[in-house]
Structure formats: structure tokens, C-alpha cells
């Protein structure tokens, strides 16, 4: 099967806490990409993160960093020191290989709401 | 860069109405996409362009939705007639071509509700 995992519904922390989102994926195929979409209250979604997995090298940017490991199928995202203006719903996806079409598989997504 | 342009970004109607949404891609992308969002089904794939050609038309509901690209810079998705079970967010998203995992970047969406 191929599926997406975001089992947290909703989050709510503290502002200037860090938070981690979790994403659990499943796939047959060796080669596949993972994304991170961002949907705030506003409602479009922004594009954050592309991986695909022959690289495990995490990666941080700003006060965002994203976990990859292969060994448990998952591809987690940590906000540290989150702000308000990191609420918003939060979408991992992925992109199997072997398919041949370009559909993304969406998780339900999590929506994360920081508090002042 | 101007990102997806989408119109209209809110959509009330009546049922049996027709619907017609509008979309322009990023200047460049040759990659169209048009989801539907709705809380029960989450984001679903309706249906995808490339070069202007539909690819796969698989997740369009049913007859009564049709979609075109008569150009490049230019995308509709028509609902003829439409439904209250029609009312949702509706994205267009494009990408670059070349590989499939270039990341699709999305419009604000169109906020459609039939009564």
C-alpha cells in the first residue's frame, strides 16, 4: 500500500515552544520523493520541503528542521520556537517512484495551533 | 513572479447552475494540476495537464465536471450542472516539466458553494 500517516489531528503549544509534526509513510518503491505543505488559516498551500530518499541528510532551515529516516518510514517536521504565525495546517506528501503517474499521496494533515 | 492566479476566489451559486473556475499557471510551468479539497475527502486530484494535454482525467467525479487548457497560460474547470455535494476549495497547482517530482506550487483556490 501506499499511504501517509499524520496521526497527530491538531497541536496546540505555546508560543516559543518547539513542536514536532509527525509523518509515517508506506510504499513499495525504493525510490520516492516526500513533501511538506504548508495550508494557512488564509487557505492556500505553500510549498516547504522536497526529499527524496536516496538523501537522509536532514535538513533545517530557518527555525524549521525535517527529520528523514528510512529505518521507520518517516519524514518529521520540528518548528523550534514556533510563533503564531506557524498556525496553520500541515500536510505531508508523497510521490512514489514506481507509478507512473505524478499523483501525490496527501496524510490528512495536521493543523497546529500556537498560542500567544 | 506572479504565483497561480486563480478567479473567482469565492463561488456561491444554485444548484443547476453552471460553474466555471478559472486558472493561470506560473509562466514557465508546464505542469497543470486541479484538486478539490473538502473535509471529508482531504485533497484529491481531479485531474492533470501537460503541455496543455489532459494526462489523466482519472479523478474527475463524474460527467458533469470537464476541464480544458487552451493554452498554456490558461486553465477552466467547469461543473455543468452543479451540485450542493460540489461545494468545496478548489486548487490549481503547476509545476515545471521535466520530472515528476518537481514541486507543485498552488493558487489561493476557489472557495465554491452551491445551495
Known amino acids: 500500500a501506499q499511504k501517509v500517516t499524520q496521526a497527530q489531528t491538531e497541536i496546540s503549544v505555546v508560543e516559543k515552544e518547539d513542536v514536532t509534526l509527525d509523518c509515517v509513510y508506506e510504499?513499495?518503491?525504493?525510490?520516492?520523493?516526500l513533501f511538506w505543505y504548508k495550508q494557512p488559516p488564509s487557505g492556500e498551500l505553500v510549498f516547504l520541503i522536497r526529499?527524496?530518499?536516496?538523501d537522509e541528510q536532514n535538513e533545517i532551515s530557518g527555525r524549521y528542521s525535517w527529520n528523514f529516516q528510512k529505518s521507520t518510514s518517516s519524514f518529521n517536521f520540528t518548528i523550534t520556537a514556533s510563533q503564531v504565525v506557524d498556525s496553520a495546517v500541515y500536510f505531508c506528501?508523497?510521490?512514489?517512484?514506481?507509478?507512473?503517474?505524478?499523483?501525490?499521496?496527501w496524510g490528512a494533515g495536521t493543523k497546529l495551533i500556537i498560542k500567544p | 513572479d506572479a504565483g497561480v492566479i486563480q478567479s473567482p476566489r469565492h463561488e456561491v451559486t444554485e444548484m443547476g447552475q453552471e460553474v466555471t473556475l478559472r486558472c493561470k499557471p506560473i509562466?514557465?510551468?508546464?505542469?497543470l494540476f486541479w484538486y478539490r479539497q473538502t473535509m471529508m475527502r482531504g485533497l484529491e486530484l481531479l485531474i492533470y495537464?501537460?503541455?496543455?494535454?489532459?494526462?489523466?482525467d482519472s479523478g474527475m467525479p463524474e460527467d458533469r465536471f470537464s476541464a480544458k487548457m487552451p493554452n498554456a497560460s490558461f486553465s477552466t474547470l467547469k461543473i455543468q450542472p452543479s451540485e450542493p455535494r460540489d461545494s468545496a476549495v478548489y486548487f490549481c497547482?503547476?509545476?515545471?516539466?521535466?520530472?515528476?517530482?518537481?514541486?507543485?506550487?498552488f493558487g489561493p483556490g476557489t472557495r465554491l458553494t452551491v445551495l
Open positions: 526529499r527524496n530518499s536516496f
Open positions: 495537464f501537460n503541455n496543455n494535454v489532459p494526462i489523466d
Open positions: 506528501a508523497l510521490l512514489p517512484r514506481r507509478d507512473s503517474n505524478y499523483q501525490l499521496i
Open positions: 497547482a503547476s509545476s515545471r516539466s521535466g520530472a515528476r517530482h518537481n514541486e507543485q506550487f
Open positions: 510504499t513499495r518503491d525504493t525510490t520516492y520523493y
Open positions: 509562466s514557465g510551468h508546464n505542469s
